[in-house]
């Protein structure tokens, strides 16, 4: 059984040590909510929410990890999981799951930089499979046509308007120049540029991708206002043309989407309680409880580490 007091007994330090740590990291390290939150859903999407992103590769097993997909993963969201559990583990040991520290790190950072605070229960286990794959076909990429976005979310239990409060989410951190440098160059016989770039936009994003292909590193934020506050300006770019990605575009041009976006867009208290209610939801999508999983010692390896 989940509860949001699941460690009261046997790791009465679990809520301070975790908002020491994550207070810690968020503040020297402004990156680590964004990639907190997209490792988070890149957990839950495949497996559900069991930490099976976090295992590492080895001669056994080629990990979730190095799907391609999963390649750009940021570093800060892993290394937040690693520090919490460092710590955890010398407080009381085996006990906490890096599932449930990657879920309430998520929450903790999303509130940190902003955004709505909402419940999470704890008493997930971690899981005992990760493979590169079986990641294909859960996750949406920016390319992919509304429909096949749509049927991805469906899958996982969300609806239209839960999908499109979930993609909120782009109104922090970034993307490599790489997602959506096909609209930037050489984008059709008649305009080099995607026209649904607002022009002045359009022009900064070439400048910043400039030399993409020979640094991959370089990369633009998801929200060009208002990049490290989680607030509904993520909607309001989107009808200006300033909208990142070919998936973020299709959001406000989808008859199914639009309705959603404009809402959210106005409408700030109805993004962050739709926002909160599907993260609450997402939190708790496929978790493993009892023996179906384990208390990993490490959260980069399965404790039978011949598995
Ligand atoms: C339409 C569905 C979605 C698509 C196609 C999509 C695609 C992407 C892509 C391509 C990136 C850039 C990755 C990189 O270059 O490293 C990105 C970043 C990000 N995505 Fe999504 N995403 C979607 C939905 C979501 C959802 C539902 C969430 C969370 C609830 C989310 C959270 C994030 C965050 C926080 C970042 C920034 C990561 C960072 O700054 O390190 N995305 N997304
Ligand atoms: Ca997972
Ligand atoms: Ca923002």
């Known amino acids: 059984k989940l509860s949001p007091d699941y460690y009261k007994q046997s790791c009465p330090e679990f809520d301070s040590i975790m908002r020491d740590t994550i207070t810690t990291k968020q503040i020297t390290t402004p990156t680590t909510a964004a990639a907190t939150l997209r490792v988070f859903i890149h957990d839950c999407f495949v497996e559900g929410c069991d930490a099976s992103v976090l295992v590492s590769s080895n001669s056994f097993n080629k990990a979730e990890r190095d799907a391609d997909i999963n390649l750009s993963l940021p570093g800060d969201g892993f290394d937040i999981v690693v520090r919490a559990k460092t710590a955890l583990e010398l407080s009381c040991p085996g006990i906490v799951s890096c599932a449930d520290i990657l879920a309430q790190a998520t929450r903790d950072l999303i509130t940190m930089v902003g955004g709505p605070y909402y419940p999470v229960r704890l008493g997930r286990k971690d899981g005992l499979i990760s493979l590169a794959s079986r990641v294909e076909g859960n996750l949406a990429r920016s390319n992919m046509t509304m429909d096949q976005i749509i049927k991805i979310f469906a899958s996982k239990g969300f609806d239209i308007q839960e999908m499109v409060a979930l993609v909120g989410a782009h109104t922090i951190g970034f993307s490599h120049c790489k997602e959506f ?127």
């Open 181 to 307: 440098s096909d609209r930037l160059f050489n984008y059709s016989k008649t305009s080099p540029v995607d026209p649904e770039y607002n022009p002045r936009y359009a022009t900064a994003l070439q400048k910043a991708c400039k030399d993409y292909i020979k640094d991959p590193e370089m990369a633009a934020f998801n929200d060009v206002l208002t990049p490290n506050k989680f607030d509904n300006m993520y909607y309001q770019n989107l009808p200006r043309g300033l909208g990142l990605l070919a998936s973020d575009h299709a959001m406000v041009k989808d008859p199914r989407t639009k309705p959603f976006v404009e809402l959210y867009a106005t409408n700030q208290t109805a993004f962050f309680k739709d926002f909160a209610h599907a993260m609450e939801k997402l939190s708790v999508l496929e978790i493993k409880t009892g023996r179906k999983g384990e208390v990993r010692h490490r959260c980069d390896q399965f404790n039978n580490i011949n598995t």
